[in-house]
């Protein structure tokens, strides 16, 4: 069975800290993939990155990185130089690259509340 | 392009009352699936749609909760009759291709309180 834990319940940080989400997954597939989605205080969950579980490459978007290990199971985001409006709920979510009901469900961590305080 | 969009925003109902959940998927999106978060748990997945048809519905929590996707465009969630334990955000997603790396894009979710 497929399992995502994301030990952190919450994180308050300073403006213009750098911050990470730890994620861990646990999954007996070889090929998978990986997501971080974001909650703002609106509610919807908004898509941030998807890693297939062959490309270990670290991945860079602006103040946004993305840490992939396949030896310790982690896919660890950070924030530097967090801002005020990074402040939300951060979801990491797994899914199997073949499903033999053809589903491709998510299975997701808890989720880790950041707040940016001023 | 419009993303997945469900109405109602917030529902409060009775024990025993019925309600029922919309989601509009993106225009072109053949999956659909619902998900649900029941309060300091996790985004947990009750079920997946390929145009009209149930692709995986092992999620569905019991014989309360009905899902249909009439013409594969929309999808309506029923729960009846609610009970507490159903209240929660119900989140519906929809994505292009049946396939484990195709991105899943979410909606607002719908905030279920059941009294």
């Known amino acids: 069975a497929q399992k995502v834990t994301q030990a952190q319940t919450e994180i308050s940080v300073v403006e213009k800290e750098d911050v990470t989400l730890d994620c861990v997954y646990e999954t007996r597939d070889t090929t998978y993939y990986l997501f971080w989605y974001k909650q703002p205080p609106s509610g919807e969950l908004v898509f941030l990155i998807r890693r297939n579980s062959f490309d270990e490459q670290n991945e860079i978007s602006g103040r946004y990185s993305w840490n992939f290990q396949k030896s310790t199971s982690s896919f660890n985001f950070t924030i530097t130089a967090s801002q005020v409006v990074d402040s939300a709920v951060y979801f990491c979510a797994l899914s199997e690259a073949y499903s033999g009901a053809g589903s491709y469900q998510l299975t997701f961590g808890k989720g880790t509340k950041l707040s940016v305080i001023p | 392009e419009a993303g997945v969009t469900q109405f109602p925003s917030h529902s409060v109902i009775e024990k025993g009352q019925t309600v029922t959940l919309r989601c509009d998927p993106i225009s072109g999106h053949d999956n659909l699936y619902w998900y649900r978060r029941v309060m300091g748990k996790e985004i947990k997945f009750l079920l997946h749609f390929v145009k009209e048809s149930k692709q995986d519905e092992s999620g569905m929590p019991n014989n309360r909760f009905l899902a249909e996707r009439t013409g594969g465009t929309y999808s309506t969630l029923k729960v009846q009759p609610a009970e507490l334990e159903d209240s929660g955000v119900y989140f519906c997603?929809?994505?292009?291709?049946?396939?484990?790396?195709?991105?899943?894009?979410f909606g607002p979710g719908t905030r279920l309180l059941v009294l």
């Open positions: 997603a929809s994505s292009w291709q049946t396939s484990g790396q195709e991105t899943q894009y």
